[in-house]
C-alpha cells in the first residue's frame, strides 16, 4: 500500500512538471510567433537619399548642403521576384531572409520557421517573393528621427524638420559641425539626449509644442547665442546649454517650476561665461532664486 501511494506521488510530480514544461514551451512558442509576426510590418524603405522604417528615418546617404527630411512617404505596387537558390548553411538562409524578406514582403514568419526547423543543407529553396515598393506619398507620416541618423555629418549646413516629426532622437545631429540652420516642426514634443551637440547655429526656435529638453540638447553649441525654453516644456535633463560660449540671453517662457538634473560639473549653463540675462515668468523668480541649480545664476535673472 505504502509502496503504491509512493508511486503515485512520483506519477503526479512527473506530470505536473511535464504540464509545465509543455506550457511554458507554449509560451515561448507564442511570444516568439507574436514577435516574428510583428516584424512582418517593419518597413525598410529607401526613397532618394533618406531611410525610412515606418515612421522613423532611420538614414541618410546624400551630401547635400542643404535638406529637408520629407513628412510622408507611401506604399507603391508590389514587385515579384522569384526563383530558386540554393543555401550552404543557416547563415546563407538568413542573410537571404534579411535581405529579401525585411522590407516589408509577406511570408518572414513563414520562411523564418523553415530556416530553424529539420532542414538539411544544402537546401534549396524555391521562391516567390511579392516585395512592396516605396513611392513619395502622404499614407505613411514620419514622426520620429532616429538616434544618430545624421552624427558627426559635416556637410549639412541647414535641415527642415516636417511639422510631423514629434521626436528627435539622441546624437542624432550631434557634432553636425557646419549645421547653422535648423527649422524645427511645430509638432515637436522631444529633443533627445545630445541631439544638437556640437552644432554651429546662433539660435534655434524651440517650438511651443516641445515638453522634453533631454540631457546635453546642445552641448558645446558655441555660436548659440540666444535660447527660449518654451511654455509648455516641463522637462530638462543636465547641462543642456553646457559649455555655449558665446550663449547671452536665454527666455525661460514655461510656468512649470522645473528641476533640472545637475551636477557640481554640469548644471543648465555651466561654462557659459558670456551668460548675461535669463527672463523667466514674474510669478518664478523667487524659485529660480531660491532652487539648486537655478540659484547658482540669481544675479541673472530678470521678468
Not at 189 to 213: H, M, V
Request: proline residues 4%.
Amino acid at each position: 500500500m505504502s509502496e503504491n501511494k509512493t508511486k503515485s506521488k512520483g506519477l503526479s510530480i512527473a506530470m505536473i512538471l511535464l504540464v509545465i514544461f509543455l506550457g511554458f514551451g507554449f509560451v515561448i512558442g507564442l511570444t516568439q510567433s507574436s514577435i516574428f509576426k510583428e516584424s512582418d510590418t517593419l518597413l525598410k524603405v529607401q526613397i532618394k537619399e533618406f531611410y525610412f522604417n515606418g515612421n522613423t528615418v532611420v538614414g541618410y546617404s546624400g551630401n547635400s548642403e542643404n535638406i529637408e527630411i520629407p513628412q510622408s512617404y507611401s506604399l507603391g505596387p508590389t514587385e515579384n521576384f522569384a526563383g530558386t537558390i540554393m543555401f550552404n548553411d543557416r547563415i546563407e538562409a538568413l542573410n537571404f531572409l534579411d535581405e529579401h524578406y525585411i522590407n516589408g514582403a509577406e511570408g518572414y514568419y513563414e520562411f523564418y520557421k523553415q530556416i530553424y526547423s529539420e532542414i538539411e543543407y544544402p537546401w534549396t529553396y524555391e521562391y516567390s517573393i511579392e516585395k512592396p515598393t516605396f513611392v513619395e506619398g502622404s499614407d505613411i507620416k514620419i514622426t520620429t528621427i532616429a538616434d544618430s541618423v545624421f552624427r558627426g555629418n559635416s556637410i549639412i549646413k541647414k535641415v527642415i524638420i516636417p511639422n510631423t516629426v514629434e521626436r528627435v532622437g539622441n546624437h542624432a545631429f550631434r557634432d553636425c559641425s557646419s549645421l547653422t540652420e535648423v527649422i524645427l516642426g511645430s509638432n515637436l514634443k522631444s529633443i533627445g539626449d545630445s541631439a544638437f551637440w556640437g552644432c554651429a547655429f546662433t539660435n534655434i526656435t524651440l517650438p511651443n509644442s516641445l515638453e522634453r529638453i533631454e540631457p546635453y540638447a546642445f552641448f558645446r553649441c558655441e555660436n548659440l547665442v540666444n535660447l527660449t525654453i518654451p511654455e509648455n516644456v516641463n522637462y530638462m535633463g543636465i547641462g543642456i546649454c553646457n559649455a555655449c560660449t558665446n550663449l547671452k540671453i536665454v527666455r525661460i517662457a514655461t510656468i512649470n517650476q522645473i528641476i533640472p538634473g545637475y551636477t557640481e560639473a554640469y548644471q543648465p549653463f555651466s561654462r557659459c561665461e558670456n551668460l548675461q540675462v535669463i527672463y523667466v515668468p514674474s510669478q518664478n523668480i523667487e524659485f529660480y532664486k531660491t532652487t539648486m541649480p537655478w540659484s547658482l545664476y540669481q544675479d541673472k535673472y530678470k521678468i
